[in-house]
């Protein structure tokens, strides 16, 4: 069924090449996300975008993970609501029951461990972790992949 997912969130403005979304994934406002070639959005995974989520080629989102773009100004007695775009560069893994806040930028080959909360930039190719995410360390590849 992910052909049919694709074909119905670019129905509803989403912009993807080549990407698999997975059923039970939810798409807030499906017009303003924009994903790469090579996207695999895993179950479960909420992504809530009233300021827009971009996800670069090649980006794997687990299960479970919430993309948030959005908050609410509790300095307003209304709450309105305020936020940020997230972007998720090229090469990057979010695993599994992450929360991934407004503004957030997740740069080119980075990877998120399982149950990190992430509230700040993550520098490319680096692995970070925890509530909030630190840096655990840099990410190198295997040269006989």
Not at 60 to 72: D, P
Request: charged content about 20%; glycine content about 10%.
């Amino acid at each position: 069924m992910g052909g049919w997912r694709s074909f119905l969130l670019r129905l509803f403005g989403a912009q993807l090449t080549h990407a698999r979304v997975a059923s039970t994934a939810r798409v807030w406002a499906p017009w303003l996300l924009h994903m790469g070639r090579n996207v695999y959005i895993d179950a479960n995974v909420d992504l809530y975008n009233p300021f827009g989520i971009r996800i670069g080629d090649r980006a794997i989102v687990s299960r479970g993970t919430f993309l948030c773009t959005a908050s609410h100004d509790y300095r307003d007695p209304r709450y309105s609501l305020i936020g940020r775009p997230i972007v998720v560069g090229n090469d990057t893994w979010i695993a599994a029951d992450c929360f991934i806040g407004p503004g957030v930028t997740v740069e080119q080959g980075a990877v998120i461990a399982a149950r990190a909360v992430v509230t700040k930039t993550v520098e490319a190719w680096k692995v970070v972790g925890g509530n909030p995410a630190q840096v655990i360390k840099d990410r190198t590849l295997r040269s006989d992949a």
